[in-house]
């Protein structure tokens, strides 16, 4: 199995910060990878498909990089409604697998 | 509009079977590849299998810890996913989304509780 190992955990932040969260994979997965947002009680909401690509409605602000095994979701001027947890999702091979979220909070 | 609308969940003791349902509208539910994913209290999100489109074959994939007792099908003709899930125990407590995670659809999410 694909491990997803994400970073930080957990990360405070003051609204206009840049912010940058990271996943590694244990093995090459090219850019089948996505990023979400979730907040408390909601469904999450993809924000960045294959790596980079931002979905459709998503502001301009949350970007994505990376390739192979190194994958990053930058938030350009963080903003009151993006404190939330983020997690990538591998689609390279089953079984599909989450990172272990990272929780932004407010500093 | 796009709705998935998960049902079926609830307290259930260990050992026990609970079957979820996703009704689908909105959108070509029989072109789908579907997910179920799952987040248990206070916890990250897990993936717990998908079944692809007919006509994409059909098949299923599931995660480690559910195989063999967990099955996914699909109802075409009534847009509708499903969740059999056997042998429960505690550590299947969990908030359960069916989900299209090709265009990212989700539904609310369904509680399934599994407790003595």
């Known amino acids: 199995d694909i491990q997803m190992t994400q970073s930080p955990s957990s990360l405070s932040a003051s609204v206009g910060d840049r912010v940058t969260i990271t996943c590694r994979a244990s093995?090459?997965?090219?850019?089948?990878l996505g990023w979400y947002q979730q907040k408390p009680g909601k469904a999450p909401k993809r924000l960045i498909y294959?790596?980079?690509s931002l979905q459709s409605g998503v502001p301009s602000r949350f970007s994505g990089s990376g390739s192979g095994t190194e994958f990053t979701l930058t938030i350009s001027s963080l903003q009151p409604e993006d404190f939330a947890t983020y997690y990538c999702?591998?689609?390279?091979?089953?079984?599909?697998?989450f990172g272990q979220g990272t929780k932004v909070e407010i500093k | 509009e796009v709705q998935l609308v998960e049902s079926g969940g609830g307290l259930v003791k260990p050992g026990g079977s609970l079957r979820l349902s996703c009704a689908a509208s909105?959108?070509?539910?029989?072109?789908?590849?579907m997910s179920w994913v799952r987040q248990a209290p206070g916890k990250g999100l897990e993936w717990v299998g998908h079944?692809?489109?007919?006509?994409?074959?059909?098949?299923?994939d599931y995660a480690a810890p559910v195989k063999g007792r967990f099955t996914i099908s699909r109802d075409d003709s009534k847009n509708t996913l499903y969740l059999q899930m056997n042998s429960l125990k505690t550590e299947d407590t969990a908030v359960y989304y069916c989900?299209?995670?090709?265009?990212?659809?989700w539904g609310q999410g369904t509680l399934v509780t599994v407790s003595s």
């Open positions: 989900a299209t995670l090709g265009v990212d659809y």
């Open positions: 909105g959108f070509t539910f029989s072109n789908a590849w």
């Open positions: 079944i692809k489109s007919k006509t994409d074959g059909g098949t299923t």
């Open positions: 093995q090459d997965i090219g850019i089948d």
């Open positions: 294959a790596a980079s």
């Open positions: 999702l591998q689609h390279n091979s089953y079984p599909r697998t």
